[in-house]
């Protein structure tokens, strides 16, 4: 909602609410501030909540926050909670940042007796849709709204407010948050009813992954071949292989920075598997997931799971003769 009241129409964005930037001016921040009547919880304050938590507080809302580490929520700049009902007991709205469903569910059944009606839950986790539209249910016989948010960009688009939000459930409750989302992100996209927001999700991710094991193959290939893999990159990139790990990932990694920080590959088999499970329950064929699923299950077998996720390069090059596409040597 704005400062008079109303919420912005799609075609509109009267506050510049909604336009991508990386620093907030004095002009918007203290505007933000004056709609930011809401209180806001957050359960999860890791690599993504922290950050997303430190751009809700630098837009002036006051947050709380709940992480099983106590020091995240100083450092996230929230007033730290004892426990998940004691958050949602100070709160508006409370946003989840956890690992995946089966984080997700016992937490929002455990505050199922203690949220009241009107309140919200945004779901910004990686979760299973099926676990979204049950929980969905389980909230709305209390008169509590469910908000799947599936986010997309990592932790450098979180640090700078650019994420892409895909929103499921009640319209009304999603237009309400734009604000808020806006904190933390430069687009938010309703996708649909309960769920679908974390279905866009899962059909991102598997993209994002699929990308990067498919070129990370065609690295290793390419250094085997003796190719100068700058010049490889610079030809995919203006051909039709480009793709977000041909633009993002290896330019950097061909230089030896990995991007350390960024999703595990443990996290990104996970994202995978809830795919796979995804797909089967639609019952749609994938003749391509299992191929990625095993290149990141590889690289958890060698040891890279709790590495970034593009260290699955390496984890292929191991396999192929002990091969680094870095022209460093960096390992």
Same mark, same amino acid.
């Given at each position: 909602?704005?400062? +008079?009241?109303?919420?912005?129409?799609?075609?509109?964005?009267?506050?510049?609410?909604?336009?991508? #930037?990386?620093?907030?001016?004095?002009?918007?921040?203290?505007?933000?501030?004056?709609?930011?009547?809401?209180? %806001?919880?957050?359960? $999860?304050?890791?690599?993504?909540? +922290?950050?997303?938590?430190? #751009?809700?507080?630098?837009?002036?809302?006051?947050?709380?926050?709940?992480?099983?580490?106590?020091?995240?929520?100083?450092?996230?700049?929230?007033?730290?909670?004892?426990?998940?009902?004691?958050?949602?007991?100070?709160?508006? &709205? =409370?946003?989840?940042?956890?690992?995946?469903?089966? &984080? &997700?569910?016992?937490?929002?059944?455990?505050?199922?007796?203690?949220? #009241?009606?009107?309140?919200?839950?945004?779901?910004?986790?990686?979760?299973?849709?099926?676990?979204?539209?049950?929980?969905?249910? /389980?909230?709305?016989?209390?008169?509590?709204?469910?908000?799947?948010?599936? !986010?997309?960009?990592?932790?450098?688009?979180?640090?700078?407010?650019?994420?892409? &939000?895909?929103?499921?459930?009640?319209?009304?409750?999603?237009?309400?948050?734009?604000?808020? /989302?806006?904190?933390?992100?430069? #687009?938010?996209?309703?996708?649909?009813?309960?769920?679908?927001?974390?279905?866009?999700?899962?059909?991102?991710?598997?993209?994002?992954? %699929?990308?990067?094991?498919?070129?990370?193959? =065609?690295?290793? *290939?390419?250094?085997? *071949?003796?190719?100068?893999?700058?010049? /490889?990159?610079?030809? /995919?990139?203006?051909?039709? +292989?480009?793709?977000?790990?041909?633009?993002?990932?290896?330019?950097? %990694?061909?230089?030896?920075?990995?991007?350390?920080?960024?999703?595990?590959?443990?996290?990104?088999?996970?994202?995978?598997?809830?795919?796979?499970?995804?797909?089967?329950?639609? +019952? =749609?064929?994938?003749?391509?997931?299992? $191929?990625? %699923?095993?290149?990141?299950?590889?690289?958890?077998?060698?040891?890279?799971?709790?590495? !970034?996720?593009?260290?699955?390069?390496?984890?292929?090059?191991?396999?192929? $003769?002990?091969?680094?596409?870095?022209?460093?040597? =960096?390992?």
């Amino acid at each position: 909602m704005t400062s +008079g009241g109303q919420t912005p129409s799609r075609g509109s964005d009267p506050g510049g609410l909604f336009r991508p #930037r990386a620093l907030y001016d004095g002009y918007t921040l203290a505007r933000m501030a004056a709609t930011a009547s809401e209180r %806001i919880g957050l359960i $999860g304050l890791g690599n993504m909540g +922290g950050r997303i938590g430190r #751009r809700i507080a630098a837009a002036g809302y006051e947050l709380h926050g709940f992480d099983l580490d106590p020091n995240r929520a100083a450092a996230t700049g929230a007033a730290a909670a004892a426990s998940p009902a004691e958050l949602a007991g100070r709160v508006d &709205v =409370v946003l989840l940042s956890l690992p995946d469903s089966t &984080v &997700v569910e016992p937490v929002v059944r455990d505050l199922a007796g203690t949220l #009241r009606p009107g309140q919200v839950v945004v779901d910004l986790s990686t979760s299973a849709p099926s676990s979204t539209i049950a929980l969905h249910g /389980l909230l709305a016989a209390g008169g509590v709204e469910l908000v799947d948010a599936g !986010i997309s960009g990592g932790a450098a688009a979180a640090e700078q407010g650019t994420l892409t &939000v895909m929103t499921g459930g009640d319209e009304a409750a999603v237009d309400a948050l734009r604000p808020l /989302l806006a904190t933390f992100s430069s #687009r938010v996209v309703h996708m649909g009813a309960s769920g679908a927001g974390h279905t866009a999700k899962l059909l991102n991710n598997f993209l994002n992954g %699929i990308s990067l094991a498919a070129t990370a193959e =065609v690295m290793v *290939a390419g250094r085997k *071949a003796g190719l100068d893999l700058r010049l /490889l990159l610079e030809v /995919l990139n203006n051909s039709s +292989g480009v793709n977000f790990a041909t633009l993002n990932r290896f330019p950097r %990694i061909v230089e030896g920075d990995y991007l350390e920080g960024g999703l595990t590959g443990n996290l990104m088999l996970k994202d995978l598997l809830l795919y796979r499970d995804l797909v089967d329950a639609l +019952g =749609v064929r994938s003749l391509t997931a299992d $191929g990625c %699923i095993a290149t990141f299950e590889l690289a958890r077998e060698l040891g890279y799971g709790d590495q !970034i996720s593009n260290r699955v390069v390496d984890a292929l090059g191991d396999v192929s $003769g002990g091969v680094r596409v870095n022209e460093r040597g =960096v390992t």
